[in-house]
């Protein structure tokens, strides 16, 4: 018999499947991340790359050499960086906002849909991830054009008689963030209602709760989570968000991704480019960790 | 003919308060009414004209197999159903459109529904609040519970912190903090395991004793509606079968389905070939002669078909056919099931019918048991067995 333990090839070979999703990690994500540094503190030039010094691979001192942090100061002197930044923190936490008020109820009828239903309502609320993002966007423009199919709808009803002016507003960014978003923070929300016992709210309202009241102090509380989590998960895309302004915004939308945009394919000034990307980062790391923190220390607290 | 002394059904000394009878008092006014209730969901009716009288201060058991409808009737008197049709009144209200946050009346779930994002004092506490008590009686109040299902030092943990037996216990500190008319229990037992589950049933007895609330408890465990209950329901399909005390289910089952639902009974098929001194006769094919019944409250004609039903700790097994005994059966045995405290026979009858025996094992050494394959003889007291024409 046997009783030895696997051989240690074997134990070597168990041991480097925990180490490839590492090594997947390492080479495209913190290494691009560190180019991305690197880029943003180098200095603009007119040349291919279009950045000085290029990193040629024949020193590795090289890769550190040569750099400051200019461009991050002319972010801070310059305000229309502060302008964008905070118009795309306010228009993504508008967003957040609506998507919350409009995909609740959808989660929640979901929720206390037949459960025969359920799988045929998830499988609607993620149809339109089979046509291209920016086809569905582009749509909206046919919609919310001066000619387009609201104000002949509207027009036709007899309710305007002007057409409106939505298309290249913000507006028509919010209608876009809200229909392209909506699904992110439906599924979690249904996820989390879905798991709520409907014995706790009868119990609620047992225990003399109006449904308003029952609503408030059960439903809402179970789940925290999946508003935590699709709130989130809205309002990071939300923010550097490029597409939705660039393509239904006007001139006066000004939202951080879509400087940057500018400032990379327009100006071709890829370190400045880079220097907003690491500050919008930033920018959305500190809520996702201050988020893991607020949930390490609930679940810490129930133990 | 001599005067036939009242007989009394055994139990209802020892388990019933002997004292506690409103139901069998004409002047007393029920606390609770449900008058030819009906609920349907779609075609089917979970609830069929159903009227039943529950009085203050009463534990009060809805016995049935699952889907028989008891549950829909808790939930009716909860006010998470209305009826299709009837009336319910409580406390001489009628309930109809009563929203469940305006019944005197709360209830104890089957999960026991406990918020777990709240504590357990903050859990007993919520029905206070709702209706704006003051903090200080609130306090009061949630201590008072606490006490009283002793889970004082408890108080601040949270639902998922507890074992079963204390969540069980929280939810009915909850559910008895607003003081309701009535506590509504809706399989209250049925998640504990069977040590703590016979504990937890004298414990709630006495709650309710010593509050002197009314208790309606659902349950399709016979055996904890027996123990706990003054009166029982026996369910069926919507309808109410029966309602006496548990005493009287046993002893005196009004069907079959009672019989059967109730504890252990054996069925022997016959047919009435008429009365004698008070006896009913019945011929069944499990038996040679004809079977003597002493039941004054059958109605029954000569020759209608019965059910002739006894209960296994109501037989005797001889090895011998015992003389001169009336009702007797003969048979071998096909089964001993050892129990510690009873043995239990089952017994094949020549007509092929298998009738079970039990026999309490008094004292430790028997000199000759009687074994697996044995001839034996069965029998029975006349007034052993009762005749059951549904």
New interface residues.
Partial sequence: MNVAGPSRGRRAAAALVPAIPYLWLTLLFLVPLLIVIKISLSDTAVAQPPYRPVFDGSRWSGFFSELDFDNFALLAADELYWVATLSSLRIALVSTVLLLIAGFPIAYAMARAPVAWRPLLIALIILPFWTSFLIRIYAWVAILKPEGFLNQALMGLGLITEPLQVLNTETAVYVGILYAYLPFMVLPLYATLEKI?P??V??????????W??FW??TV??SLPGIVAGSLLCFIPAVGEFVIPDLLGGSETLMIGRQLWSEFFSNRDWPLASAVALVLLVLLVVPIVLYREVEARRVEA?? | MPAVPPRHISASVGAVRRSFAPWADPSAEPLIRFQGVIKRFGEAAAVDDLSLDIFEGEFFCLLGPSGCGKTTLLRML???EEPSRGRITLAGQDLAGV????RP???M???Y?????MSVERNIA??LR??RLPKAETAARVEEMLRLVQLEKLAKR?P??LSGGQRQRVALA??LA?RPKVLLLDEPLAALDKKLREETQFELMEIQHGLGMTFLVVTHDQEEAMIMADRIAVMDHGRIVQVATPGEIYEQPRTRFVAEFVGDVNILEGQVTGRENGLWHVASPSAQGELAVDDPDAALEAGQPVALAVRPEKMAIHRERPAGAPNVLEGEVWDIGYLGDWTVYRVKLGSGAILRVTRANASRYVEAPIDWDERVALTFAPDAAILLTR
């Fill in positions: 016992d014995a706790l009868e119990a609620a309202l047992d225990l003399g709760s109006p449904p009241r029952a102090a059960v509380p179970l129930q133990r | 909860a006010g998470f929203p469940p946050y305006r009346v709360n209830m779930f089957q999960s529904a406990l918020f777990p994002h919520f029905g709702q209706d949270y998922d912190q909850r559910a607003k």
